[in-house]
């Protein structure tokens, strides 16, 4: 039972915003919750959980975990957490570990590869499940550190969708935590006492040095402006074509101009 408290309603609060801003959750949707045994999908979880109680339209939730297979994967607690908590479940199996070690090219990203294994795996849990949606636990911090490693690392602007339509054409993938704070998260899983369990990865911790010092620049500055989180991800939803420097987007905004 989640304690009913200032900052459990606050999430939820800003999680309903969400919903509701991008048309996130519609009647008779049946959603595939991706559940690793963290933080954030933990939260995720059960805050769509307590939406769906008082939401004016009827959705279904199904917790999906996909094992990786990696060896100390601790899923017993995570399934047995989900049952007590009469959660919607399926559990699934793969032998993702034993194609990485295979099939991935050297010096490539590991955490890359293991991650697209594990959305297509995802995918296919979804179709066999019925699901039409798949919810993500990305939070609003990592919406803004992807904005930072496109810009800083790969010279392009652009983040993450809170809502979008699957290469599969078939499922539509949604992040409902786009507008909560990871450090909200953080303490929402302290007070709640969420069994967090890692992913059991051979490499946790040292692919991800770019994203660590994301968030420490971000800690930094947010130190500095304790708005800074907030005015980023509101610029997200603000963009000015006319200020920016994309070519293509330039000519055709030029055309529409020519043709009024």
Not at 10 to 35: H, S
Not at 70 to 89: A, H, I, N, S
Request: include cysteine; charged fraction near 25%.
């Amino acid at each position: 039972m989640l304690l009913n408290n200032a900052l459990f309603r606050k999430v939820k609060r800003l999680t309903g915003q969400a919903v509701g801003d991008f048309n996130l959750i519609e009647d008779g949707d049946r959603i595939a919750v991706a559940v690793s045994g963290g933080k954030d999908s933990y939260a995720l979880l059960h805050i769509l959980a307590q939406l769906q109680r008082r939401a004016p339209i009827n959705y279904e939730l199904i917790a999906v975990n996909v094992d990786a297979g990696f060896p100390g994967y601790r899923k017993g607690v995570l399934e047995d957490y989900l049952m007590q908590c009469g959660f919607q479940m399926h559990m699934e199996s793969t032998n993702c570990t034993e194609i990485i070690e295979e099939k991935r090219r050297p010096g490539s990203s590991y955490c890359a590869f293991c991650a697209r294994l594990r959305r297509g795996v995802l995918y296919s849990v979804a179709d066999r499940l019925g699901c039409n949606k798949i919810a993500l636990g990305h939070h609003l911090d990592d919406f803004i550190e992807t904005l930072l490693l496109n810009q800083f690392y790969v010279g392009k602007l652009a983040a993450m969708s809170p809502k979008l339509l699957a290469d599969n054409k078939r499922h539509t993938v949604i992040r409902p935590l786009v507008y909560v704070e990871e450090s909200d998260i953080i303490k929402l899983a302290r007070q709640n006492e969420f069994p967090v369990i890692d992913c059991g990865c051979p490499v946790m911790g040292q692919e991800d040095q770019k994203r660590q010092r994301m968030k420490q620049l971000l800690t930094e500055l947010a130190d500095e402006n304790p708005y800074l989180k907030r005015s980023m991800i509101r610029a997200l939803s603000n963009v000015q074509p006319r200020h920016l420097l994309d070519r293509e987007l330039a000519r055709l905004m030029e055309l529409d101009e020519q043709e009024g």
